[in-house]
């Protein structure tokens, strides 16, 4: 089911993905149900102690006022768009008890308490888009919308008791970073949505004014926080509490002198804690027509994809390879989790969670502790040259659980007002912001970055430069913003509600065709893992971008590499000990060697059994498991992954 | 005569000018007349073919360019504070012709043509103040105006010969760098009242957002220069034209979709090449009371003092030590030159054009050639540490002549209707991203920014690190801010048109008062020349910071240091060959040093022979010229001022 599901969404979207999938689907029932979940839990629960005992730490604070901003400053935007194209279906209320539900049972509950869960900007574009589809027919929204909750709790399960998961191997650095650009992209433009529908007097003139000082604090913020003013912790705080102080600030600021008689827009409230249409909170989903229940089955089909796409890549950034996490991953159990609030969400009638991009890794950055380690400054001559390293993650569950606490405390009353002087030029500046962020950490800006800076002037140890053929380069870039320009294109379109099988139709691609273009070592520096193999041991260890095509692609190399294949020196290089194969998973340290070495034994292994993956990848898991736990017991050193620059 | 006006000077505004003046006094008549004029010429003119011939280069371009901006629009703003202020009197016209006076004047007759002269802040308040005092008497004010600049001339005229300009080798640093940062923020606070001019409606908050916006497109211009995005040559281009683009951006911008219907004020321009009030060219100065031309006389004082210090200030910032300039200055000749367009420009009823900060300094910066230096990256390891240096500046008087015929050209209709479609957000704009980047190259900026910053971050070379008094450092800015601050005050208020005075008694406070306060080689660390001995040849050179208070000061060791001096070790280090000493001179090079040792063995004795410095001073002059000369014959090389970082 897991294969056929994964193989529906690749006939739908993308090239490739079915010939891959096919050669698994008849072992299918011989997969090890339960498995991924089990040892999700197994792994995890030791630490589920140390979750609530290390949230006593002063990060947690930050962390957690932050999270509060981002999370539900974004999703009243969100329940702006949906109140007003779902005809009053949802609003601030229903979106603002899904944050809460999704936040209370993922942070006591999860594998990856880290993952702030919430209500996204994809899955209110699916929510219209199935209002505009389904109202038309007369068709009772909310029992529909229901229907597809339940229809999608029981895809997520299955998906989660046959160790879907471990197909995360190949959700490499290139779609997540696709993905992580397109959501930054859909904040920018939500915020010049938001500005543009301010009308074309004063209060659009302020509005855009705000969003722009909003900006530039925030991002002055940001600059003062890696720069050398100040002192470390004075500057910690800045980065901690710039963008929410100027988010307050700012509300105020519109409030004050001549500006209080421009008539701006505020946030949209309602009364507290009520449905915003007028029903109870549960949804009477039984009068819906028999015929509506099976057809909203394929809409549960693409919610499920949609889902096992966002909120894998979700965790997955939120627990890249730049946070040195120690604490194990557990995606199987989370996903089953995540069916579980999709199901209730459609009972109480709310919009669904999933993990949200770019809170996510935003709340494992603001969990991080850093320290200034000077650079290139050996025998003691300081010249002031330094960097910022993180040292470790405070993961725990509560600032998780703290920021939802707080997102109920806002359904009431008082709070709702609060809320409501906060006006929409703010947010859209927040939107700038949070949207800059995400483009500045994603991996695409940094590459187009390293091909715009000047060669003369970059660090030489920076693994890009060991690309000789700068044409690859730039093609790879161009693959990936044409396959984001697509994604964004399409959900600007009524086929919105296909997204993803088109998003999801990148992993084939990655897998299939880019190694037909590029030379293993080229791509093994151009992407790479998202995770660190720690945390992938949840889904059976990395997939590394070179070993594939010996293996999955019955080619020659010839025929790989034919037209273009002037050097074949460096393939050869990638079996060896050389930097093609130590490229991906050296570790820092010398005493990471060691580890390392088991690590790309249980990874080769892993890839050597691909044939028979559907069966073998739950035995790879347990095989990875052994490696990369020895791993961790001989060296505790999380991998540097040197394709991120 | 020269040292009556200082001696005037001091006793107006400042403790201990006084004294020091009056020892000096009784010999005035020994001064070797036009001496210092006639140095200045025989030095300079060696060069001023070359000053035509060098102007063969790239860089003259876009310094043109920015100058044209940088100057006619600032200007336009100070035109519509005196149009307002002084009934019609002076307008747009007036302004424009003063400034092309000026840059005919000094492109083609001047020692120092990089020196952009136009017309500034201070004199624009000078005019109205004038206008606010007289005005109620019924005189004829141009008239009035015109005998103002007639006495100035003749005043100038007597500082110029008598060679006032070695009083120069006093203004260091510190006066300096309260007089850019009062010019910085005066430009800052000129910003906002363009914007608060602006009303509270839509046009009000479509200027301020116009104007932040071009502040941060000419910010994000100046960092990308900075950084290492692109390469040089774009980088170069960048930092060229990015302020004058923007300018022309956004005043195109605001007439675009929704925008164009907003009411917005623009620049205000009259009819070409006629004056404003209905009058011609020659003021009819003959039509005033006698008794008015002799009160005159205070007005002529104060405007010799404000020029005086503001031209020779400007001179000294747009040849300061961290431009490496090869060809000589001549402060002399500039300040009769600089009377001869006070006189000019007040017969033809102009405001009295003198040189401008910070378009001077702009200006010399706009004409260095810069490379790229590696920067602890021995041994070929490049991790990417670079600075920019400065290799050497396009000295000549094209760049200076072609900005002043641009905006005679802007004089004729079609262009003046261009000027008019100019917004009044953009101008404030522009005024902030000038008064940022003024602020940004202050020495006191640079102190506090020290002083923020995280010690151990650091470069352990810079010299104030050699403070070891902290409070010491605290203090001095205090001073200096002080300073601003009073400065600053003053111009807000009817006293405004004595403010000059008060400016002129920084010199002797740094002078007298503040050796009593602050160990020499402290003092030497904190200030400085603010122009290299090369340059300030021109003056009898350098004037140090330590070795004053030995000399001119009656007082005993223990007088000077009684209370704070715990410790007597440092006094005795100036002396020797230790850091004290040469800190403010060594060159950067090794081939520096018998230079270094030249110039100070000439400075200590200009100093020895202080308490007979009228007449000496042109001696000291010669002998400066001398060590000076050699000391460029051997090394060639500029000194680094250690004091600014």
């Given at each position: 089911m897991a294969a056929a599901n994964y193989r529906g969404a690749g006939a739908g979207g993308g090239a490739g993905g079915a010939a891959d999938a096919g050669s698994s689907t008849e072992k299918w029932w011989q997969v090890h149900l339960f498995r991924g979940m089990v040892n999700d839990l197994r792994r995890r629960a030791p630490f589920y102690m140390s979750d609530w005992v290390d949230?006593?730490?002063?990060?947690v604070v930050p962390a957690t006022v932050y999270m509060y901003f981002a999370n539900i400053l974004p999703a009243l935007a969100f329940s702006l768009d949906m109140f007003t194209r779902t005809h009053s279906n949802y609003g601030v209320n229903e979106v603002l008890l899904s944050s809460v539900l999704a936040s209370v049972v993922f942070s006591l509950a999860?594998?990856?308490?880290?993952v702030i869960v919430g209500v996204t900007g994809p899955i209110t574009v699916f929510n219209y888009t199935v209002y505009d589809i389904m109202a038309p027919t007369g068709v009772n929204y909310l029992g529909f919308m229901t229907w597809i909750g339940l229809w999608a709790l029981v895809m997520h399960w299955i998906l989660a008791v046959t160790n879907?998961?471990?197909?995360?191997?190949?959700?490499?650095?290139f779609p997540c970073d696709i993905f992580g650009f397109y959501v930054a992209c859909i904040y920018l433009q939500k915020g010049v949505q938001i500005l543009v529908l301010q009308g074309d007097a004063a209060p659009f003139y302020l509005s855009t004014m705000v969003a722009a000082l909003v900006f530039a604090i925030a991002y002055f913020c940001g600059e003062i926080s890696k720069?050398?003013?100040?002192n470390h912790y004075v500057r910690v705080f800045i980065q901690d509490y710039g963008t929410p102080l100027t988010v307050v600030f700012f509300s105020g600021?519109?409030?004050?002198?001549?500006?209080?008689?421009i008539g701006l827009e505020y946030l949209p409230t309602t009364a507290s804690?009520?449905?915003?249409?007028?029903?109870?909170?549960?949804?009477?989903?039984?009068?819906?027509?028999v015929s509506d229940i099976f057809l909203a089955i394929p809409f549960a089909l693409l919610l499920t994809i949609l889902f096992w796409f966002d909120h894998n890549v979700s965790s997955l950034i939120a627990q890249g390879t730049e946070y040195p996490l120690k604490k194990p991953a557990g995606f199987h159990w989370d996903l089953f989790l995540l069916g579980l609030t999709t199901g209730v969400a459609g009972i109480l009638g709310l919009p669904f969670p999933n993990g949200l991009i770019p809170q996510a890794p935003f709340h494992t950055e603001a969990l991080c502790v850093t320290k200034v380690v000077h650079d290139?400054?050996?025998?003691?001559?300081?010249?002031?040259h330094w960097q910022l390293k993180r040292t470790h993650v405070v993961e725990q569950r509560v600032s998780n659980l703290a920021q939802g606490l707080l997102t109920l405390g806002t359904m009431s009353g008082p709070l709702l007002v609060v809320l409501h002087l906060i006006p929409q030029g703010v947010l859209a500046g927040l939107f700038f912001i949070m949207g800059y962020q995400a483009l500045e950490g994603n991996g695409i800006t940094a590459k187009i970055l390293f091909l715009v800076r000047d060669r003369t002037l970059?660090?030489?140890?920076?693994?890009?430069?060991?690309?000789?053929?700068r044409w690859v380069l730039w093609l790879f870039i161009a693959v990936e913003l044409i396959a984001f320009g697509a994604t964004f294109a399409i959900t600007q379109t009524v086929a919105a509600v296909g997204f993803p099988c088109f998003i999801l139709a990148l992993i084939p691609l990655r897998a299939l065709l880019l190694p037909r273009i590029f030379f293993p070592h080229e791509l093994d520096i151009l992407d790479g893992p998202t995770a660190s193999p720690f945390t992938m041991e949840s889904v059976g260890g990395v997939h590394g971008a070179l070993v594939t095509p010996e293996h999955d692609?019955?080619?020659?190399e010839d025929e790989l590499?034919?037209?273009?294949?002037?050097?074949?020196t460096p393939r050869r290089?990638?079996?060896?000990?050389?930097?093609?194969?130590?490229?991906?998973?050296?570790?820092?340290?010398?005493?990471g060697s060691r580890a390392h070495e088991l690590a790309e034994l249980g990874e080769n292994r892993s890839v050597r059994l691909s044939?028979?993956?559907?069966?073998s990848s739950s035995a790879v898991a347990a095989d990875n498991e052994d490696a990369a736990s020895e791993a961790r017991r001989l060296s505790g050193v999380s991998r540097r992954h040197m394709g991120k620059v």
């Amino acid at each position: 089911m897991a294969a056929a599901n994964y193989r529906g969404a690749g006939a739908g979207g993308g090239a490739g993905g079915a010939a891959d999938a096919g050669s698994s689907t008849e072992k299918w029932w011989q997969v090890h149900l339960f498995r991924g979940m089990v040892n999700d839990l197994r792994r995890r629960a030791p630490f589920y102690m140390s979750d609530w005992v290390d949230a006593w730490d002063y990060r947690v604070v930050p962390a957690t006022v932050y999270m509060y901003f981002a999370n539900i400053l974004p999703a009243l935007a969100f329940s702006l768009d949906m109140f007003t194209r779902t005809h009053s279906n949802y609003g601030v209320n229903e979106v603002l008890l899904s944050s809460v539900l999704a936040s209370v049972v993922f942070s006591l509950a999860a594998c990856q308490p880290l993952v702030i869960v919430g209500v996204t900007g994809p899955i209110t574009v699916f929510n219209y888009t199935v209002y505009d589809i389904m109202a038309p027919t007369g068709v009772n929204y909310l029992g529909f919308m229901t229907w597809i909750g339940l229809w999608a709790l029981v895809m997520h399960w299955i998906l989660a008791v046959t160790n879907s998961c471990n197909w995360l191997r190949y959700v490499t650095r290139f779609p997540c970073d696709i993905f992580g650009f397109y959501v930054a992209c859909i904040y920018l433009q939500k915020g010049v949505q938001i500005l543009v529908l301010q009308g074309d007097a004063a209060p659009f003139y302020l509005s855009t004014m705000v969003a722009a000082l909003v900006f530039a604090i925030a991002y002055f913020c940001g600059e003062i926080s890696k720069s050398s003013l100040f002192n470390h912790y004075v500057r910690v705080f800045i980065q901690d509490y710039g963008t929410p102080l100027t988010v307050v600030f700012f509300s105020g600021f519109v409030h004050i002198g001549r500006m209080k008689n421009i008539g701006l827009e505020y946030l949209p409230t309602t009364a507290s804690f009520f449905p915003t249409a007028d029903r109870g909170w549960l949804v009477d989903f039984w009068n819906v027509r028999v015929s509506d229940i099976f057809l909203a089955i394929p809409f549960a089909l693409l919610l499920t994809i949609l889902f096992w796409f966002d909120h894998n890549v979700s965790s997955l950034i939120a627990q890249g390879t730049e946070y040195p996490l120690k604490k194990p991953a557990g995606f199987h159990w989370d996903l089953f989790l995540l069916g579980l609030t999709t199901g209730v969400a459609g009972i109480l009638g709310l919009p669904f969670p999933n993990g949200l991009i770019p809170q996510a890794p935003f709340h494992t950055e603001a969990l991080c502790v850093t320290k200034v380690v000077h650079d290139g400054d050996e025998g003691g001559d300081n010249k002031g040259h330094w960097q910022l390293k993180r040292t470790h993650v405070v993961e725990q569950r509560v600032s998780n659980l703290a920021q939802g606490l707080l997102t109920l405390g806002t359904m009431s009353g008082p709070l709702l007002v609060v809320l409501h002087l906060i006006p929409q030029g703010v947010l859209a500046g927040l939107f700038f912001i949070m949207g800059y962020q995400a483009l500045e950490g994603n991996g695409i800006t940094a590459k187009i970055l390293f091909l715009v800076r000047d060669r003369t002037l970059t660090d030489k140890a920076n693994p890009l430069h060991k690309i000789k053929r700068r044409w690859v380069l730039w093609l790879f870039i161009a693959v990936e913003l044409i396959a984001f320009g697509a994604t964004f294109a399409i959900t600007q379109t009524v086929a919105a509600v296909g997204f993803p099988c088109f998003i999801l139709a990148l992993i084939p691609l990655r897998a299939l065709l880019l190694p037909r273009i590029f030379f293993p070592h080229e791509l093994d520096i151009l992407d790479g893992p998202t995770a660190s193999p720690f945390t992938m041991e949840s889904v059976g260890g990395v997939h590394g971008a070179l070993v594939t095509p010996e293996h999955d692609v019955t080619g020659t190399e010839d025929e790989l590499f034919g037209a273009s294949s002037s050097e074949t020196t460096p393939r050869r290089a990638i079996n060896g000990d050389e930097s093609g194969n130590g490229g991906i998973l050296s570790g820092d340290g010398q005493d990471g060697s060691r580890a390392h070495e088991l690590a790309e034994l249980g990874e080769n292994r892993s890839v050597r059994l691909s044939e028979h993956r559907t069966r073998s990848s739950s035995a790879v898991a347990a095989d990875n498991e052994d490696a990369a736990s020895e791993a961790r017991r001989l060296s505790g050193v999380s991998r540097r992954h040197m394709g991120k620059v």
